[in-house]
């Protein structure tokens, strides 16, 4: 006999062009959504990138120091990290669709603020808000490019965003130099706009997703409660040692207020009903191992793209232009690994073995960049950036699509932002404390240098006034003997940052290889959830009338569940 298929499962009474059902996407409809969500990562990654290699100038014709320099680059890192869990949240109560065009605004209007700045403090607050919506448009694209693409297809899409990133950071610093170069480094600000127009008009006519109809429940305590927690600690890490001594009572307000705030938000965190972080995730190994790398990864990646502008200009005297060419290897690394191996995985399956290789290949990446100088060979600086980006490439996206592998499709948001937000601030942490660790070194350097230039040639002296308050130099507009004295101040500086990062790849590598090596799922969260929403629908159906039961008869749980495209 035939039974009856419940009343919860027919088709919604309309749905729009290459979707079904489910919701899910196919042919030119998937196709043409998958462009506007690339196009606001491209938007993300160009403004974030477009300004890397001007931020020497753009701080020293501002009037800032090095410290202002690193805040300048970790206040939007700090408020992307921050925001990111919660925009996880909101995408599993709400319309993903709508808040990836709320963060596109978001972001855009912050770089346009910024883009007005008139001293270091007023871009620094501005950079701010331009971090709130990078927070929402790198966690929200992951979670859509999950809802409507499975698990093993996905791989190459991840490789896709990694080209899309490759891409942008290569384009970016090329585009930010000859705009500063042309015309000033504030049109920087400006360049990503027409794109995220464009992106916002695009998702609206081409992204429809069935959004899952749940009482919106923020936790707002939580949130406040994480947020100053690691605000407290990455302040810390920034201003220690230059501002005040690592060993002192702001060290011990800062760290113990830091460590006690995220302790009080553990616990609130456990008993919150939709909490912004849900603790029962680390139990999966998978997720735990994931973040735990992720983190190593994000030191990696955020502090090469900040540090190498600052190389190139301040410890080899090259131009915004210049110094965007020369980072080329770094992002052709990126984009040929994160590529191949997205390919390679979606058509084998296979996932561990390129992320292990991924691993060994980012440490060896950290060791090359470590042996930096003002003088080493460039041939030599391009293939340790070739091979750092080719590390990254390799597991920075594959560690999110494992996770979403993983988890239940009604957590897809929480789990992958979580990932992110936890690369971010392993990002921000590591880059503030190489920037603490390169002003101490740089300062201590040119006093060495100085002692030395001082015994030698007295008269070049008179050039040192241009240092004066630890200041980033305008490199061109200082004397010859001087110029030397900061030019291999910088370059040995940024070296040994990076060799001092390098051993956090070896919790990189251990943290995969504990990573389960779970076989990739061949549907997508929308298919899952939707498979999901059935079996509960025909259970809630059996209760009431049996197999038999009328259309009808079965209660309305999955339909309001299902919700409408938007």
């Keep these: 006999m035939t039974q009856t298929r419940p009343a919860a499962t027919k088709p919604r009474a309309r749905t729009r062009a290459g979707t079904d059902t489910d919701g899910v996407l196919h042919g030119r409809a ?35 120091d090095q410290a202002a320099f690193t805040w300048v680059v970790t206040a939007t890192m700090l408020a992307s990290a921050i925001s990111t869990p919660i925009w996880g949240k909101l995408a599993d109560l709400t319309s993903k669709k709508a808040l990836l065009q709320i963060s596109l605004v978001l972001f855009t209007l912050g770089s346009a603020l910024a883009g007005m700045a008139q001293d270091p403090g007023w871009l620094i607050a501005f950079r701010v808000f331009q971090g709130l919506g990078a927070g929402g448009l ?9 809802e409507i693409i499975s698990p093993l297809e996905r791989g190459k899409y991840m490789g896709i965003m990694g080209a899309i990133m490759a891409v942008s950071t290569v384009g970016g610093p090329l585009l930010g130099g000859a705009i500063t170069d042309a015309i000033g480094w504030r049109w920087n600000f400006y360049v990503a706009a027409p794109i995220a127009v464009v992106a916002i008009i695009v998702l609206q006519q081409t992204l429809h997703l069935h959004t899952t109809k749940r009482k919106v ?38 760290v113990g207020g830091g460590i006690l705030t995220l302790l009080i938000a553990g616990i609130v ?32 990646m955020f502090g090469t793209s900040v540090f190498l502008g600052q190389y190139m200009q301040l410890a080899r005297g090259k131009t915004p232009t210049e110094s965007g060419l020369l980072t080329i290897p770094m992002m052709a690394g990126v984009l040929l690994a994160s590529t191949i191996v997205g390919q390679i995985i979606s058509r084998t399956g296979k996932w561990k073995r390129y992320m292990v290789a991924g691993s060994f290949i980012l440490a060896l990446g950290l060791v090359m960049m470590g042996q930096l100088r003002y003088d080493t060979s460039f041939w030599y600086v391009g293939a340790s950036m070739f091979v750092l980006g080719a590390g990254v490439g390799m597991c920075m996206q594959n560690l999110v699509l494992v996770v979403q592998n993983t988890v239940s499709p009604n957590e897809l948001g929480v789990s992958s932002s979580a990932v992110t937000f936890f690369r971010t ?16 070194q740089v300062v201590q350097f040119i006093s060495d240098g100085f002692e030395k230039l001082a015994r030698t040639n007295p008269a070049a002296m008179a050039g040192a006034d241009a240092l004066k308050g630890g200041t980033i130099p305008k490199i061109a507009e200082l004397p ?27 919790v990189a590598i251990v943290a995969i290889l504990l990573i389960p090596n779970i076989p990739l799922s061949s549907k997508s969260a929308a298919q899952q959830r939707a498979e999901l929403e059935r079996k509960a629908a025909e259970t809630a159906a059996e209760a009431a009338g049996g197999p038999g039961a009328a259309p009808g008869t079965a209660p309305d749980a999955a339909s309001e569940t299902h919700g409408a495209a938007r």
């Design 269 to 300: 965190e456990a008993k919150a009903a939709e909490p912004l972080i849900p603790l029962h995730l680390f139990k999966n190994r998978t997720f735990t191992m994931s973040v735990i790398a992720s983190i190593a990864v994000g030191l990696a």
């Design 217 to 254: 429940k923020i936790d707002y305590l939580g949130a406040t409660l994480i947020s100053a927690g690691f605000a407290s600690l990455l302040i810390w890490v920034t201003l220690g040692g230059s501002q005040f001594d690592w060993w002192s009572w702001e060290t011990l307000a800062m």
């Design 480 to 506: 010859a003997p001087i110029r030397d004295v900061v030019e291999s101040a910088y370059g040995h500086g940024i070296g040994d940052i990076f060799l001092a990062a390098s051993p956090v790849a070896i």
């Design 138 to 146: 790198g966690a929200l694209g992951q979670i859509v490019l999950a």
């Design 30 to 64: 998937k196709n043409l959504a998958l462009t506007g969500l690339f196009l606001s990562m491209a938007v993300s990654m160009l403004s974030m990138t477009v300004v890397g290699t001007s931020m020497p100038i753009i701080i020293a014709d501002l009037g800032g």
């Design 425 to 440: 601030i392993g990002g921000t942490a590591g880059m503030s404390a190489m920037g603490a660790m390169l002003s101490h």
